[in-house]
């Protein structure tokens, strides 16, 4: 269980265009999910905190009008990446959390490789 | 505000012999967990272990442990007789513990590489 995907694995687009990320947990209902970037030997960053039916929580220095957050149900969440540039070029990662379970446990997706040509 | 700091940017061992990899963090929480993920070079994290800041006995599991002293604020990774399978990028991370206060801050990462 407790299993999260994410949307496209990799994507490769052209400068200026916008690009979707879905997060999903597939067998548990998550309220709240996190969306983190890393960059090549950095670590990961949090640019966000998703909400179910409210709006996101940007981490200061992440562009909110460049980084579309949206938790429209229990199970998805999505960032798109609008008019991208080559240094938007990164791994995106999301984690979830389930649910009414107390303790903090996230599980994370498997990431999103971006590269902006 | 928190902080994580992972001060061994890259260690190499040969493969059977122990390493220990550190973790310092800092936080004005009273309350809080520690964590830590590997990251191996598909870029998916693996959850290691979590840890309450209530709880300082160490931990065990397989070839693993944990040593969690909150006087120095450390929560380090030992990896006993390492294996090539090992060799990953080691993250530390540090949340609060209420809801609201769960975000993760990160360390920079340990990049271990077990020589065969």
């Known amino acids: 269980g407790a299993v999260v995907s994410q949307h496209p694995s990799w994507v490769i687009c052209k400068s200026g265009t916008s690009v979707k990320i879905e997060c999903r947990s597939l067998d548990f209902q998550a309220t709240t999910m996190f969306w983190y970037r890393q960059f090549p030997k950095q670590s990961l960053m949090l640019m966000a905190t998703s909400n179910e039916g409210s709006k996101a929580t940007y981490e200061q220095g992440v562009e909110k009008d460049k980084f579309l957050i949206n938790h429209a149900s229990l199970t998805l969440s999505t960032l798109t990446v609008t008019s991208a540039h080559p240094e938007d070029s990164s791994f995106y990662i999301c984690?979830?959390?389930?649910?009414?379970?107390?303790?903090?446990?996230?599980?994370f997706g498997p990431g999103t490789r971006l590269t902006v040509l | 505000a928190q902080k994580v700091t992972q001060a061994q940017t890259e260690i190499s061992v040969v493969e059977k012999e122990d390493v220990t990899l550190d973790c310092v963090y800092e936080?004005?929480?009273?309350?809080?967990?520690l964590f830590w993920y590997k990251q191996p070079p598909s870029g998916e994290l693996v959850f290691l272990i979590r840890r309450n800041s209530f709880d300082e006995q160490n931990e065990i599991s397989g070839r693993y442990s944990w040593n969690f002293q909150k006087s120095t604020s450390s929560f380090n990774f030992t990896i006993t007789a390492s294996q090539v399978v090992d060799s990953a990028v080691y993250f530390c991370?540090?949340?609060?513990?209420?809801?609201?206060?769960?975000?993760?801050?990160f360390g920079t990462g340990t990049r271990l590489t077990i020589i065969p």
């Open positions: 984690s979830a959390r389930e649910t009414g379970v107390v303790e903090n446990e996230q599980f």
């Open positions: 936080t004005r929480d009273t309350t809080y967990y």
């Open positions: 991370a540090l949340s609060g513990l209420n809801f609201g206060n769960e975000k993760l801050t």
